[in-house]
C-alpha cells in the first residue's frame, strides 16, 4: 500500500466517525443516546492501523445491546476499507491521467 498524505488520512478519520455515527443511528433512536463518542486513530507505517473506540451512554430505560458498540466498529473498519480502496483507484486514474496529459504536453 502507498503511503497516503495527511489530508486523505485526515479524510479517512472523518469518513470512519460519520460512518460509525449513521450505523448507530440506524439501529438507535436518538431519542435514546444521551452521549455519543467515536475516536480514531490512524498510524501508517508498512500497514494502515485502524484503531476505532466507539462510547455510547443511552437512556436508563432503553434496552438497546451494549454489542452495538462493537458492531459499529466493525461495520466501520470494513466501510474504511472500501473507501481506502476508492482512494486509490481515484488516485490511480488521476495520476494516469496526469501522466497522460504530460505526455500529449511533449508529442
Known sequence: MR??????????????????????????????????????????DEVLNVDIEVDIVLDEISNVDRKIVDDAADHTIEEIDKFINHIAIFKEDETHRQKDYNQKLFF
Open 3 to 44: 503511503k497516503l498524505d495527511d489530508e486523505e488520512i485526515e479524510k479517512i478519520s472523518e469518513f470512519a466517525v460519520v460512518s460509525a455515527e449513521n450505523f448507530i443511528f440506524r439501529k438507535v433512536s436518538k431519542k435514546e443516546i444521551i452521549d455519543l463518542d467515536i475516536r480514531v486513530e490512524i498510524q501508517q
